[in-house]
């Protein structure tokens, strides 16, 4: 069994309540931050850590933090950004929905050490159910006196707020966030200014992830050099990784960053195997917008060693034979499943949530759907696989946000591995329609754990 | 104006205002469109938008923007029942397309489409973030996962129960 610093209290009846969370031990790291630290040994306790944003970019949370502007008598502003929508994700959902209590004390740790006095909770506008447990938790933690007016006699005032969206994937994005939050569209702003300049309503703000903010916690009440100890290098504490696809137990998974790609997908506390017996073809690690790898390159690395589940090894090789550790949206994908079909899924998920801002995007992702449509259905010609290349690599790296990086790497990345497929729908029309390529170029080098 | 919110809703109106600081209400217009599309049978007219933009004292023009910007705000007539069906990469892989085609045929109608009846509302929509429990669909505030069809079958039998039940 991992170290678990999140999820440990998970199955524990009714601890969606403030009673029983607090029984646990709950509110003992608001208590000892807000009584005993002062607000730079809290932002150097997270420093310390070597906690990584947890949303999908892996940005040092404590430095992040330590760049926010105090200018004298403008309010600052926490955000928890819960918009959580990177196909393949669900760890926030997850999070929110059982442990409750423990996003709202990392909120106040967090809000007390930015100076946050209104704090927002961006909740994604589909998880209604989840933002109504939020309320609850915030009603009850107030009449307990953990938020309101002068916080355990402190002076220190916090309230949270549950801000619900109306569905856009572009609202994780934390300019578009902001932009949402004052009632407009998900447009991305243009940076600089930095929200930890300029952010909610022009003032200083900094969004954070609902699984980093909750980490705060266990960092306070550990310390951050306790907490980096956990996992290996830059890949410090444990995080949530939500496995879904082909595997025989999708669902939330709290790793300590150590275990191999391998033994996560196949061992029993984890995935426990590829579902119905089947063989292992693809995988999608950190999100759908991160690039896909056929399993030889997902198992081990280029270079023949083995792959672990953390930030630096997921992304050893680069794009050219890595990937990213990204959200921790851990799709896995079967012998029987087309890749041009699921990037197909994909590129259409990113031509809806493009928000029309910049043209490189607006345009692109509409085209690269259309293209890999036009293969799915047989109608696909040699040249089409080019022309998606060369869309995708005018896309990346030219829009405000990284929406349009997001839409670009899935497509480039399936035609850098999986070539020979694409290769294989536009050569066979018709045999493409009612068969797959399945595992036709894997044969041989796959590799399979008994 | 005949589109008003009853005394009940609001009190939730105003209660999802005084969650901003003075002179920022417009912030509250996401939650106030939520509150309206919930309060005025499942959709957005016009009249519905102009009457939050009065509340919300911004411009029509500010709520219509946004409107059409946010894919849960229905910009036409819906059924009493909403199936959203979840049709991204995790939701495809695990067999989503079957659920969509039973869906389709048990009701009769198309993706965007409303039974004769006016039960249900059939939607295709982008990852809600329950891949971990695929195939599934959104109904209103609730998620109904691991959808087979004998599944389908049943949520379907309970909302025209509930429907019986209400007339």
Known sequence: MGVKLLLEKANVPGIRTY?????????????????????????????????????GAGFPAGMKWSFIAKPEGVPRHLVCNADESEPGTFKDRY???????????????????????????????????????????????????????????????????????????????????????????????????????????????????????????????????????????????????????????????????????????????????????????????????????????????????????NYESLSDGGFATGSMMGSGGFIVLDEDQCIVKNTLTLARFYRHESCGQCSPCREGTGWMEKILQKIELGKGESSDIDLLWDIQRKIEGNTICPLGDAAAWPVAAAIRHFRDEFEWHIQNRELSQTSNFGLQHYADPIHVPA | MSLQFNNEQMTEFKRLVAHYPEGKQKSALLPALNLAQDSFGGWLPTEAMDYVASLLKIEPIEVYEVATFYSMYNLKPVGKFVFEVCQTGPCMISGS???????????????????????????????????????????????????????????????RMQVVALN
């Open chain 1, 19 to 55: 009673d029983v969370y607090r029984r646990e031990g709950g509110y003992t790291a608001a208590e000892k931050a807000l009584k005993e630290m002062s607000i730079e040994a809290i932002v150097e306790e997270v420093k310390k850590s070597g906690l990584r944003g947890r949303g």
């Open chain 2, 97 to 159: 397309d079957n659920i969509i085609a039973y869906i389709q045929k048990q009701l009769d109608i198309k993706p965007g489409e409303t039974t004769k009846d006016g039960i249900f509302t059939l939607k295709l929509v982008e990852c809600l973030g329950a891949c971990g429990y695929a195939p599934m669909m959104q109904v209103g505030k609730i998620y109904r996962e691991h959808l087979t069809k004998e599944k389908v079958d049943a949520i379907i039998e309970e909302y």
């Open chain 1, 95 to 309: 999070l929110m929905e059982f442990l409750p209590h423990l996003l709202l004390e990392g909120l106040l740790i967090s809000s007390f050490a930015l100076g946050s006095n209104d704090t927002y909770i961006y909740i994604r506008g589909e998880y209604a159910w989840v933002a109504d447990i939020l309320e609850d938790a915030i009603v009850e933690a107030t009449k307990n006196g953990w938020l309101g007016k002068n916080i355990l006699g402190t002076g220190f005032d916090c309230m949270v707020h549950v801000h619900r969206g109306a569905g856009a994937y572009i609202c994780g994005e934390e300019t578009a966030l902001i932009e949402s939050l004052e009632g407009k569209r998900g447009n991305p702003r243009i940076k600089p200014p930095f929200p930890a300049i300029q952010g909610l309503w022009m003032r200083p703000t900094v969004v954070n992830n609902v699984e980093t903010l909750a980490a705060v916690v266990p960092i306070i009440k550990m310390g951050g050099v306790e907490y980096a100890k956990i996992g290996v290098g830059r890949s410090t504490g444990t995080k949530l990784i939500s496995a879904c696809g082909n595997i025989n137990k999708p669902g939330v998974y709290e790793i300590d960053m150590t275990i191999s790609v391998e033994d996560f997908i196949y061992s029993d506390e984890y995935c426990g195997g590829i579902a119905g017996g089947k063989k292992l073809k693809a995988c999608i690690p950190g999100g759908s917008s991160v690039p896909i790898l056929p399993a030889n390159l997902l198992l081990k690395t280029a270079k023949g060693e083995t792959r672990y589940m």
